[in-house]
């Protein structure tokens, strides 16, 4: 179906740019599946799947420059493999053997955000300091649909519309803040939030891979020419647990999943191939190959990881050496000396 505004922002995307959406969708279903199944085994510490939110992940991320800047939540798995992140990088974070996970700078993209809603901040700041630097980059703020019922996301919004910051709020709208159902957040839709704050919003089809493309180059391209910030609610479906520490089915209804499930975002994807006769056995094998690749590399990069001695936690607090971090650190070196006193 054309759209009189965003079909033209579309249109950069033919059948190989398609075929290579498909394997990002397919490979980054594998990575959420093999995360899971590795908590599951007690490698993990939590995960937080994005099973069924695919399309709104590498539909924007696609629509990235290499010089914009992502600030995401902790469910973005997706988005950092667009963005070139190791899959092993992504599970460190997860295992606790990392501060973080990977160097933000190198990959233009935060690591994981635990505090809902401070990405939209940072992301917003960083956008104002774009706008001081005469740069024509941009800056994307991933979170859920919860994180709008945050203080951090409001004043986020507040800041970004007065000061014009190019920055793109992208909202994933999954249906569920953990347990509490979107309908309860708000009465009105996510996109009529942004709005209030005079910020330019929009409401797409989370789960279909190109009109989210289109819609976050829009936006991104407003952002570059100075036209400020714009909220997009791709509007999806988490299809399970928010974390592996959640039991959804104490919550939502199997015939809400099986509404959902028709509509899955990877099936939609390849339905759309089917119908221009552009999937193939060569696309299907190499699309599976490159999964079953990358999830073995996960694995054995996760049962492989070297666990950080205790003392590292006190490293790469600050770029210079600061007094209460050595401070910290002694007494903290005391404290573990006390275990092997009492073990002798």
Partial sequence: MSHPLFTEWAAPIGTPELRAMYSDLLVSRRIDAEATALQRQGELGLWAPMLGQEA???????????????????????????????????????????????????????????????????????????????????????????????????????????????????????????????????????????????IHSLRVD????????????????????????????????????????????????????????AKDPVDRVRRLLEREDAIDDTLLAEAGAEADRVAAALRKGCLGTVEPLPLTLFDDIYAEPHTLIDEERQRFAHYLDGFTENAS
Avoid at 164 to 179: G, M, R, T
Avoid at 209 to 231: F, M, N
């Fill in 56 to 198: 709104a992940q590498v539909g924007s991320a696609r629509a990235l420059r290499g010089d914009d800047f992502v600030f995401s939540s902790y469910r973005e798995h997706a988005v950092a493999y667009c963005r070139g992140v190791d899959p092993t990088q992504m599970l460190r974070f997860w295992r606790g053997s990392t501060h973080s996970g990977w160097n933000p700078l190198e990959f233009r993209m935060t690591t994981p955000a635990i505090i809902v809603g401070a990405q939209g901040l940072h992301a917003t700041g960083y956008a104002m300091g774009i706008n001081l630097d005469g740069s024509d980059s941009a800056t994307i703020a991933y979170f859920g649909d919860g994180a709008t019922s945050q203080g951090d996301i409001s004043e986020a919004f507040g800041f970004a519309a007065s000061f014009e910051a190019p920055v793109v709020f992208f909202c994933q709208n999954n249906q569920w803040a953990i347990s509490e159902p979107v309908r309860l957040q708000s009465r009105q839709s996510i996109a009529d939030r942004g709005r209030g704050f005079g």
């Fill in 206 to 261: 989370g789960n279909d891979v190109l009109a989210v493309y289109a819609v976050t180059k829009y936006a991104l391209q407003r952002a570059r020419e100075g036209s400020g910030p714009t909220l997009i609610e791709a509007v999806t479906y988490r299809m399970g647990p928010h974390t592996t520490s959640d039991d959804p089915t104490r919550y939502r209804s199997a015939a809400e999943d099986d509404e959902w499930k």
